[in-house]
């Protein structure tokens, strides 16, 4: 595992906390922000909750390293983990993992 599945990893954790719904998911099982203000933002749930808060409010920026990922992977033209095999049937994964960061740009913007 190198650095930039790294980051990946974490461009994608991101992302799945940038696309929590507040109202249809987080305030029915009581993580709502509302509920964790004040003394209980210093506790665990707490911290979490401001996570996923920070990360809904920097969709932006986060919509501009997915693209900026994904132009990686266009340019670099293989994936990482693929580089040490020269079967032509690993060929089109690559296109399946570009085309699936593309469409996580989508559904955060």
Not at 40 to 52: P, V
Not at 60 to 77: D, H, R, T
Request: hydrophobic letters at 45%.
């Amino acid at each position: 595992m190198g650095l930039w599945t790294l980051v990946e990893g974490f461009l994608l954790l991101a992302n799945a906390l940038a696309i929590l719904n507040e109202d249809r998911f987080l305030a029915p099982r009581g993580w709502s922000f509302q509920e964790y203000s004040g003394i209980k933002r210093n506790s665990f749930k707490g911290q979490i909750l401001g996570l996923i808060y920070a990360t809904q409010y920097l969709r932006v920026p986060l919509i501009l390293l997915n693209l900026l990922c994904i132009v990686v992977k266009m340019v670099s033209g293989s994936d990482p983990q693929l580089d040490n095999r020269d079967d032509s049937r690993y060929a089109g994964y690559v296109n399946q993992s570009v085309l699936q960061m593309s469409y996580e740009v989508v559904a955060v913007w």
